[in-house]
Every structure is written in C-alpha cells, then in structure tokens.
C-alpha cells in the first residue's frame, strides 16, 4: 500500500498553532500526518516555519497589506482576539473541525462555536474537547477523564468511570464510559 495519501480540502480538521511551548513533538508530528490547513499568529510564524511547518494562514492584527509572505499564504486580518478571529473564519469557510494548540483554555472562548465546527483543544498533556450528553467512548482501564466546569454541570450521571478527585475519573476497566448532564455541552479532557 502507498504511503502517499490524497486528501481533499478541508477534509481534515485545520490546525491553529497558538503556543507550542510545552507541546510533544510527537503529538505535533501526528497532528500534521495528514496535511492540515496550519494557521498561525503573525507572533509564531518564524518559529513554526523554523520547524519546517509549511503555513497556510497567518492570523494578523496589523494591516495585512503591510504583511508579505510567500504567495501561498494567505493573510487574515483580526482584531484583539486571535483564537476568536481564526474560529470565524474557519466557519465562514465552512471548515468541518479544528485542532487547537495553546497553552490555556477557558471553556467561554469556544461556547458560541461549539454547534458550529467540531474543536479538538491540546493543552500540554491533555486533549480537551465538547461533549453532548449522552456522549460515551471506548477507553483501556485506568485511564483518566477530567470533567471542566464541573461546577456547571447539573445532573451529572457518569457511567464506566469512578470519582479519583473533584472532577478526575479514571476508567474502571476496559470499556465504555458514558457521560448524561443537563446542559447542552460540557468539556472534557484526557490524558495524552
């Protein structure tokens, strides 16, 4: 079998890099596998280019005619808010998902898309992402799931999990877990 693999545009999540500072290698390599539309603040360009990372779109809050970069990418003008300008865009281009890489999350910054584009978070050593109640996954025994914003959950029924710490759980056996709440969405987190 070829190693080789056609991929149509915007097939795959987009990747918005935002801060590789305590990010694997490894994951990164994985998340590149496939070609992804890669977008950047202007802050990172040289670094990830450095990388040998070829990017598609840089994300700008300075007049993007005043911006120049190779022909292939493209300039998109923000204003203060960079995660929340790459988020509208990739929806206004009709973008399926997007992988994330920053160093924080604040669970309000992606409320308002949620329904919109499928958002994948990695933050250092976890992968945080929506959850809809009646959400279950397939995961080995012993490893953990952290509800965020536990506070905001009402009626929280979990199911394959067992209760390590306020808001840590840790799979009971290999196996399904399952989550059922009463608000619309709420994030959860794994360990990479």
Known sequence: MSSHHIVREKQEP????????????????????????????????EKVVSLGIKIDTVLAKEDPNLLYFQEHVKVVSCDDDILDC??????????????????????????????????????????IYPIKSGFSKWKAANEQVFVLQEDLVHQLSISGLEEISAAQYQTEKDGFFSFTFEPPFIFIAEQL
Not at 94 to 121: G, T, W
Request: proline residues 4%; aromatic residues 14%.
């Open 86 to 127: 790459a988020l509208k865009y990739l929806v206004a281009e009709r973008f399926p998902a997007i992988n994330i890489i920053s160093n924080h999350f604040r669970a309000k910054e992606y409320q308002f898309y949620v329904d919109l584009i499928d958002i994948v978070i990695f933050k250092e050593n976890q992968k």
């Open 14 to 45: 987009a990747l918005l890099i935002m801060d590789l500072q305590h990010f694997n290698e490894e994951y990164l390599g994985q998340l590149l596998e496939w070609s992804p539309m890669v977008m950047v603040p202007l802050h990172l360009f």
